[in-house]
């Protein structure tokens, strides 16, 4: 008899399931992954590839705000962002997904939220220094503080961009050593390739004062020199001779 009941409630649950709404549900989270994802790639390699759209003369008043960047620079730059929005996309439509389904499924959701925000705090204080470089990389990218090829001054090292990515950016000292900086380390940042940046003009040594006239260079040369009491005394017979 319980046994019989306890089918009859499993098919009873079976049938409240709306499976119309689960397969919609699905569907719909689908397209619109890959339409937005379409139209971000699509973004990005227009980005990539440069456009000609704020050249326009009615456009000229806003070219001040970009700065020129060589290909490979704004290539990197547009692919770092778009496959951040990729990702951020990715998570959005998969969670909302998730919870429509479980829904329609008859879980209750609400134990399960708590659970998951517990977990998502855990993980936040667990991993707070690379929550911190990740959030310098994006804004290190979007603002664009420095790229590829960029000499850039920080409080450890002076050298060049060579990449620069969500987490760490790498550089070329100038004696050719590669370095790799976590973004969040990165506090203060100098880029000798914005701006107008003029190199410190080396050291002159002091200039040797010019011999007076009818003294011998290597006389001159000595005279900063001590003598011994030999040399002086030949010296001055040589003078009186003269």
């Known amino acids: 008899m319980n046994v019989a009941s306890s089918t009859d409630n499993i098919v009873a649950d079976a049938a409240k399931i709306d499976y119309a709404s689960i397969f919609v549900t699905l569907g719909i989270g689908l397209v619109v992954w890959v339409v937005a994802r379409f139209i971000i790639l699509r973004i990005t ?19 001040p705000a970009f700065r020129a960047l060589d290909h490979e620079r704004r290539a990197q730059r547009a692919h770092t962002i778009g496959s951040l929005l990729t990702s951020v996309l990715s998570v959005v439509v998969v969670v909302i997904v998730i919870i429509y389904v479980l829904k329609y499924l008859n879980v209750d959701i609400a134990p399960l939220l708590t659970s998951v925000g517990i977990l998502g705090v855990a993980i936040g204080f667990g991993a707070q220094q690379l929550i911190r470089d990740f959030l310098s990389g994006i804004f290190i990218t979007i603002e664009d503080q420095f790229g590829i090829g960029d000499v850039i001054v920080t409080t450890e090292v002076i050298g060049t961009v060579e990449s620069v990515g969500l987490r760490i950016t790498r550089l070329r000292a100038e004696d050719g050593a590669i370095w790799y900086l976590r973004n969040g380390e990165i506090l203060r940042v100098g880029n000798r390739s914005q701006g107008d940046y003029v190199p410190a003009e080396p050291a002159v040594p002091d200039e040797v004062p010019p011999a007076p006239p009818g003294t011998a260079p290597a006389e001159t040369a000595a005279s900063g020199a001590p003598k011994s009491s030999k040399e002086s005394l030949k010296i001055q017979e040589q003078k009186a001779g003269e």
């Open 45 to 63: 390699r227009r980005v990539a590839e440069g456009t000609s759209f704020f050249k326009k003369p009615h456009f000229r008043w806003v070219q």
